[in-house]
Nanobody
Framework: QLQLVESGGGLVQPGGSLRLSCAASGFTFDYYDIYWFRQAPGKEREGVSCISSNGGRTNYADSVKGRFTISRVNAKNTVYLQMNSLKPEDTAVYYC?????????????????WGRGTQVTVSS
């Protein structure tokens, strides 16, 4: 059974950094594109970043370009999201999701279930 567990969130001051991790189990990780989404209070879940199955392709929401970096280590079944220069508007619960052969074009509505996520709070 496909399982993804997010970790690494916390409270950080504006301008600070965090690294989120998404640990996968129960499926052939190497075949899947991995996404990061986030949901702020009162807002819809939005896409943040995606990395293709072999790591050769990445994309980012305009709001995080130049500040966030997604990466993966297939040998560890883990995807990372390095978040730098954090802003208060980055405050949200961050979720990861997996999709096979998606070309990193899936939307949040394409996923039927979500993990618990990890809370990121950017505040002074």
């Amino acid at each position: 059974q496909l399982q993804l567990v997010e970790s690494g969130g916390g409270l950080v001051q504006p301008g600070g950094s965090l690294r989120l991790s998404c640990a996968a189990s129960g499926f052939t990780f190497d075949y899947y594109d991995i996404y990061w989404f986030r949901q702020a209070p009162g807002k819809e879940r939005e896409g943040v970043s995606c990395i293709s199955s072999n790591g050769g392709r990445t994309n980012y929401a305009d709001s995080v370009k130049g500040r966030f970096t997604i990466s993966r280590v297939n040998a560890k079944n883990t995807v990372y999201l390095q978040m730098n220069s954090l802003k208060p508007e980055d405050t949200a619960v961050y979720y990861c999701a997996a999709s096979m052969f998606s070309d990193c074009k899936s939307r949040s509505t394409d996923f039927g279930s979500w993990g618990r996520g990890t809370q990121v709070t950017v505040s002074s």
